[in-house]
């Protein structure tokens, strides 16, 4: 079994997302960029239970390498990114209540608070909705994150996180979600006050350089 260590971290990641309520059930997914590909947790596994030969390994054009079990079924959308952006190396796609709930409502967070333009982008748009599973709903998430944020909402289903390693990618989707929240509180004091563009474009070149190094 090649990458036990990056096997062990998918494992870890999947229920740490579960136990911090990022996502429920089997719902959601997780994945690291190795040299022959990605692995990938797998379909409908409860976390806790996913041991770390039950993850995938596939390569970049989605043939498993290596796995007795069925990729998650959103493994286009895992690979899309990893295709789109050289800095991207982990991926997880969760569904946590609030953020959810603007995927829902098809309105993106913005970007309202200083760490959020460091650690998370400009702000999480929503991917045009598509069936999930199909190359069509991989094509927009990818669009829909562009280059200026590592997150994207799914219209009507959860969100996508993106990151140097799984841990950035967590901590990303702890941000945007903890965001989503902070969005409903200060819309109910009247609605967030807008950055000044000065600190935006500082942290547009923070969140890029961050990118390449
Ligand atoms: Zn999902």
Not at 104 to 118: Q, S
Not at 192 to 210: I, T
Request: net charge negative.
């Amino acid at each position: 079994m090649r990458y036990p260590e990056q096997r062990e971290q998918v494992v870890r990641y999947g229920i740490e997302m579960e136990s911090t309520g990022l996502t429920v059930g089997t719902a959601g997914n997780v994945s690291v960029l190795v040299e022959d590909g990605i692995i990938i947790s797998p379909s409908s596994m409860a976390y806790r239970e996913t041991r770390p030969e039950d993850t995938i390994l596939m390569d970049l054009a989605g043939n498993v390498l290596e796995g007795e079990r069925m990729p998650s079924v959103e493994h286009k959308v895992h690979l899309a990114m990893y295709k789109a952006r050289s800095d991207v190396k982990a991926v997880i796609h969760a569904h946590p209540t609030v953020a959810t709930a603007f995927a829902a409502a098809r309105i993106e967070i913005p970007g309202f608070l200083d760490e959020f333009g460091v650690y998370v982008g400009d702000a999480v748009r929503v991917a045009e909705y598509a069936i999930s599973g199909t190359d069509e709903i991989a094509d927009n998430v990818a669009r829909a994150m562009g280059e200026t944020s590592h997150a994207a909402l799914i219209a009507s289903h959860g969100m996508v996180c993106v990151g140097k390693d799984l841990a950035s990618a967590f901590h990303v989707c702890q941000q945007v979600e903890r965001t989503a929240l902070i969005y409903v509180y200060a819309k109910m004091l009247g609605g967030p006050v807008e950055l000044p563009q000065s600190s935006k474009d500082l942290f547009a070149q923070v969140f890029a350089y961050k990118r390449t190094v």
